[in-house]
């Protein structure tokens, strides 16, 4: 769907053009899983599948917004209701409207909305994210001002908090609001500085669905930052993020088996993010496709957020011709693992990794590739 066919469907919802129009991407992590919640590096890039969230002035009382994928909401009053009592995935759109006018002093007018979707959901690539950075673009524009990108992001990542419910980090939002065309960005999310890293011209993403909902990702999420927590608490830090892998080797017996791994999974991954970054920079790919493997062992063994078809997935991708490393990205416990592959042979590692994800699982996977995108932008009708 590009922007005139987008437009052409809100006028046949409401009868009359959007007045914004933002354009918002999902993500993928190449490396730097579950270290955002604990202050440490991540290592994300927006991809080319997006979404449009678009918007009207109304002259009701009530906002109405409808998805393409979802149906539509009920209305809402985002000024005197709370946003939370507002079903679903509405409650973000509800949530951020109630942002903008928190962060800026504007709060947007009563509004029709229509959000088109191209960001499989389910599959760990940020879909909640993007429409929380795409409704507060267009919603701030419609209010007549503007947050800049890490206020914007910074705001949806308070919502997906108090609305979703899920304790994430500040990842997602960052990347949908600030990523450049054919990098990928390496994020201190304590310092929020940001360093970008082109993905060489020869290299495509590959993400790789499982078919696999994460069924399990939101209680197990919020468990895994708590157990964090209770770990930088054991070593006598702020979070992990001010603790080496040698610490926590050192305080095991005080950590127990559980806060072990969790531990060390966060203090290792923060490594390897690190080498993950110089690695990319003089384009040594073997050290990538190390790094991303052992990411992947780490999250699945000591951390425990993998699930057999994402290990299978995994497995299968670094078979298949071209692939220079494969690993699970996202919440875990189903969605989608990520790819570097040589682009002119992605026909091949795509039929490849299908077939033999099939084969171990019994179960169809998709595969779809892509480069680094820009961040969320925003276009007036």
């Known amino acids: 769907m590009n922007y005139d066919e987008a437009t052409g469907w809100f006028e046949q919802i409401y009868g009359r053009a959007p007045e914004v129009v933002a354009c918002a991407p999902g993500r993928v992590n190449l490396i730097g899983e579950h270290t955002d919640t604990s202050e ?30 979802l149906g539509e909401a009920e209305p809402f009053d985002f000024m005197t ?3 939370r009592s507002v079903a679903g995935w509405a409650g973000l759109v509800a949530g951020m409207a109630r942002a903008i006018g928190i962060e800026t002093g504007y709060a947007p007018p009563a509004f029709d909305a229509a959000v088109a979707s191209f960001i499989p959901i389910g599959a760990g690539l940020a879909s909640s994210a993007a429409l929380c950075v795409g409704a507060g673009l267009a919603l701030a524009r419609l209010a007549g001002t503007e947050l800049e990108p890490m206020r914007l992001a910074l705001s949806a990542q308070r919502v997906e908090n108090e609305f979703l419910g899920v304790a994430c980090g500040v990842m997602d939002p960052i990347s949908c609001a600030l990523s450049r065309e054919g990098s990928a960005m390496f994020l201190d999310t304590r310092s929020l500085e940001i360093r970008y890293a082109a993905i060489p011209d020869s290299l495509t993403i590959a993400i790789c669905d499982t078919g696999v909902p994460r069924s399990l990702a939101k209680s197990a999420y919020n468990q895994r930052r708590a157990e964090c927590e209770r770990a930088a608490a054991v070593l006598g830090v702020p979070t992990l993020r001010d603790a080496r892998p040698e610490d926590v080797d050192r305080s095991s017996a005080r950590l127990g088996s559980v806060l ?3 531990a060390r999974h966060v203090t290792t991954e923060n ?27 780490s999250l699945r063994d000591a951390y425990e957020v993998s699930c057999p078809e994402l290990d299978a997935m995994a497995e299968a991708a670094r078979a298949a011709p071209g692939c220079e490393g494969a690993r699970m990205t996202g919440a875990g416990f189903g969605g989608a693992c ?25 179960r169809e996977g998709t595969i779809f590739e892509s480069r680094p995108s820009d961040g969320t932008n925003l276009l007036i009708h």
Request: charged share 25%.
């Open 40 to 69: 440490g590096f991540v290592f994300p890039a927006a991809i080319e599948r997006r979404l449009w969230f678009m918007a009207a002035r109304s002259s009701a009382s009530t906002s109405r917004v409808v998805s393409r994928e």
């Open 81 to 83: 209701a709370d946003p």
């Open 260 to 262: 072990t791994g969790r």
């Open 271 to 297: 490594d390897r993010c690190r080498a993950f970054l110089n690695a990319l920079e003089h384009c040594d790919l073997g050290s990538l496709g190390a790094l991303m493997r052992a990411s992947h062992e």
């Open 338 to 362: 990520v790819a570097l592959v040589d682009q002119s042979r992605f026909a091949s590692f795509e039929a490849a990794a299908l077939e033999g994800y099939s084969r171990a699982t019994g």
